[in-house]
């Protein structure tokens, strides 16, 4: 009996000290990460507090590895090709620049992306359902959300006739925003006035632009060109007490007058399921592409009150958020 509980002993020992030796050993998932630009940043903590939810604690069950590109696209490319040398396991970002040029310097690491206004018309996946490659995420994608901006716009200054838009011709898929938004112009009789902003530079001649063929209001695109330039974008136009409607949230919690957008906090949340599954075995190309089922509609009286604005009760009513 003393022989077998030696016996028993030592392999219970080599046993925990196996067990510990591979928990030493086991692999710690990392989380490549490519930030776009200071929005970015903002709606990154609701993708993490969606990991926290599903149980994930940095550096006790995976890392990130970060990169950034500060606003700069020119720089996605390299950044990109930093991540995949890195050997991360997973890489999220947002924007279709940034997937594009992921996808470039990787076709076998999957990529995560928070929000892509059009994955689709960007060549980013194959179809909704099923996106094939190695990227999936959630995109900012619904039926007339331009059309909308620019109704609410309308109603919350019903003299308007001459509107401004901002938009960036290199962002994949903008040319489908154009559209959209040319068409609901003609549909509510307004004339639109395109402004193009390739780089943050070109902001200047579009902003004499707006004013020299008198622009009596402005609407951006959901574009990170015009997303990082907002402090400026938005004190343009209450400078020269132009009503705003943006494509962004963070522009009226930022002293911009009204926006209309999805609820990026949702969608952000939602894509760190898909970092979970991944992780735990599941192919990008398997998982369908989601859309947003929440939008935010937000109205800042205080940048009303600056342009000397008075918002329509009507127009007050249909707010999800006022800001005071």
């Known amino acids: 009996m003393k022989n077998i509980f030696c016996l028993f002993l030592t392999i219970a020992t080599l046993g925990v000290g196996a067990s510990a030796q591979a928990q030493q050993t086991r692999k710690v998932p990392r989380i490549g990460v490519l930030v776009t630009g200071p929005i970015f940043i903002t709606r990154f903590k609701s993708f993490q507090e969606g990991l926290r939810d599903l ?59 928070g929000t892509v206004q059009d994955p689709l018309a960007n060549g980013l996946v194959d179809s909704l359902a099923k996106p094939g490659g190695n990227a999936t995420g959630m995109s900012a994608l619904a039926p007339d959300l331009g059309g909308k901006r620019l109704e609410l716009l309308k109603e919350a200054v019903p003299r308007v006739s001459r509107v401004a838009f901002l938009w960036s011709p290199p962002n994949p898929g903008a040319n489908v925003t154009l559209k959209e938004t040319q068409a609901a112009a003609q549909a509510l009789g307004l004339q639109l006035q395109s402004l193009e902003v390739r780089e943050v530079k070109d902001l200047e001649r579009a902003f ?70 991944i992780l735990k075995g ?21 940048a009303a009150k600056q342009i000397g604005l008075t918002v329509p009760p009507n127009v007050l009513v249909r707010a999800d958020r006022v800001i005071r």
């Open 208 to 277: 004499e632009a707006a004013m020299r063929d008198h622009a009596q209001a402005l609407t951006t695109a959901p574009d990170p060109v015009v997303n990082n330039a907002r402090v400026r974008i938005v004190g343009f136009a209450t400078k020269n007490r132009l009503p705003a409607m943006y494509a962004a949230p963070e522009f009226a919690e930022g002293d911009g007058l009204m926006s209309y957008a999805p609820s990026y906090s949702d969608l952000w949340r939602r894509s760190a399921t898909y970092v979970d599954k």
């Open 55 to 113: 149980g994930y604690v940095e550096g006790k069950n995976f890392v990130y590895e970060y990169r950034n590109a500060e606003g700069k696209v020119d720089r996605l490319p390299h950044l990109a090709a930093e991540l995949v040398r890195a050997k991360v396991d997973v890489i999220y970002t947002a924007s279709g620049e940034s997937v594009l040029a992921i996808k470039k310097a990787t076709k076998t690491i999957p990529i995560v992306f």
């Open 282 to 302: 599941a192919k990008p190309a398997d998982l369908p592409v989601e859309q947003p089922t929440k939008f935010e509609f937000i109205i800042n009286l205080k």
